[in-house]
């Protein structure tokens, strides 16, 4: 098959700046927490519902994009994405009490919700068979690149922060004596290019099929694929819309019913891993084991460097080995890592490099299975009908585990400490080891049509 890889390539790395404001937005949170806690004098409840209150505004974000992606089309909800970041970012900069900061933290989780589903979505509607797994693997990519440069910008807001003592009235707050409103505030610049290049990308071929626009439909595949490959994938789409029927009562019919469950499940058992418990929480734990503040942000910042290295494994094997594969041998290196890190704190180990070790072990397993496989298969397991409704109602499992991490995380650390913390995510994580290895089929080299007819042929 002849592609234009420049052009595809191009697209799925536009969409996936989604995914970049969506890894900035969670992770830069982290360098803000002890801050917010302390000018606000936060009980550890209201500690938790600072951090989980963006995911609260994700799960709104999530329902609305599924509905209206459907009806309107996967890009004009971007658009609107990339304007909830930006409000967002200058609202939390300038925000007057914990009540508006609160607020404008889940204006941005709206904005984290809507690209969290579309983002891969729209990548893996743009994809030929053969590169779908990668392309929209690049997007989990863009969220650990996020999490990284928020890393980054945290610990380079704090070293550069003294400069600032001296300045007076709106800089020194913003960049001085209340720092988190600098960090929240940063993610405005990301926003605003997300939203310009939103501009320069077609609409979804396959969504406009949908909705009867054939010729368009041609034109944008024509620039991807070659003229007999276009009409094939056209004539394919046709064909299996004239299969469904019913609405969203699809995603409840026979083999779609056991896509719909296997969706919901690893979604909410990639979140419940553990995995925002360091991303939101990481300093605090890194403090427990004897680091200083500027270190355990240092220590954040490795974290995202492993992250985003061994997410480029997946990248590289996602569509040669497989997606069951990866996802199997990612789960069983996090149960280990999980298992190790909980004993070491049990038994009140003085040595942080061997923490740190286990911890970014977790991470590098989290990052080549977990993390992109996930929006590998919710982009690519459900009807071109509903799949944006269906792949909703998935995400929204995803963010349900999401918030509760962020909720739950400061009550497990005082009530269960950091051992029993860490080992209750080892048990959340053991179920994902039967779905992958009895449940989820594999989808490697399959067009979305062929995955549709796999599931239409299971009863």
Request: aromatic share 12%; with cysteine; hydrophobic share 50%.
């Amino acid at each position: 098959m002849k592609m234009n890889n420049n052009y595809i390539i191009k697209l799925a790395v536009i969409a996936s700046l989604g995914g970049f404001l969506f890894g900035y937005d969670t992770a830069i949170i982290s360098g803000t927490v002890g801050l917010v806690k302390g000018q606000f004098s936060l009980s550890t409840v209201m500690e938790g519902w600072y951090v989980s209150s963006a995911l609260v505004g994700t799960i709104a974000g999530v329902l609305s994009a599924g509905i209206f992606s459907d009806k309107f089309g996967r890009k004009e909800l971007l658009i609107i994405s990339a304007i909830f970041f930006g409000v967002s970012a200058i609202g939390c900069m300038l925000c007057g009490s914990f009540t508006e900061l609160v607020a404008y933290r889940l204006i941005g989780g709206i904005g984290v919700g809507i690209a969290s589903m579309l983002s891969p979505l729209y990548i893996s509607e743009i994809s030929p068979a053969a590169k779908r797994g990668r392309l929209v693997a690049l997007y989990q990519f863009a969220i650990t690149i996020g999490i990284l440069c928020a890393y980054f910008s945290n610990a380079y807001l704090l070293n550069l922060s003294s400069f600032f003592q001296e300045n007076e009235g709106l800089i020194n707050k913003i960049m001085a004596t209340e720092l988190w409103r600098g960090m929240l505030g940063s993610e405005t610049i990301p926003a605003f290019i997300f939203l310009m290049l939103l501009f320069m990308v077609p609409k979804s071929p396959r969504w406009l099929i949908m909705k009867g626009e054939k010729e368009r439909a041609k034109r944008i595949l024509h620039k991807i694929v070659t003229e007999e490959e276009a009409h094939k994938e056209i004539k394919e789409v046709e064909t299996n819309l004239a299969k469904e029927s019913g609405g969203i009562k699809i995603a409840f019919s026979s083999g779609f019913r056991t896509a719909l469950i296997v969706g919901i499940l690893l979604a909410f058992l990639t979140q419940v891993s553990g995995i925002n418990a360091i991303i939101y929480y990481g300093p605090k734990i890194l403090e427990k084991a004897g680091l200083k503040l500027s270190e355990a942000l240092g220590g954040q910042v490795i974290i995202g460097i492993v992250n985003v290295l061994f997410t480029l494994v997946a990248i590289w094997k996602i569509d040669h080995l497989g997606r069951r594969p990866l996802l199997l041998y990612g789960v069983l290196g996090i149960i280990v890592s999980l298992t190790t890190v909980g004993f070491l704190f049990y038994i009140e180990v003085n040595n942080t490099y061997l923490l740190m070790f286990f911890i970014l072990l977790f991470i590098a397993c989290f990052a080549f299975s977990y993390g992109p496989v996930i929006w590998v298969i919710l982009s690519e397991i459900y009807p071109l009908k509903i799949r944006g409704t269906a792949m909703s109602i998935a995400t929204i499992s995803l963010w349900i585990g999401t918030t509760l991490v962020g909720q739950m995380t400061p009550w497990l650390l005082e009530n269960l400490h950091s051992y029993g913390t860490f080992w209750f995510f080892t048990i959340c994580t053991l179920p994902a080891i039967y779905l992958a290895t009895k449940v989820l089929p594999e989808t490697k080299g399959m067009t979305l049509e062929e995955i549709e007819n796999y599931w239409l042929a299971k009863k």
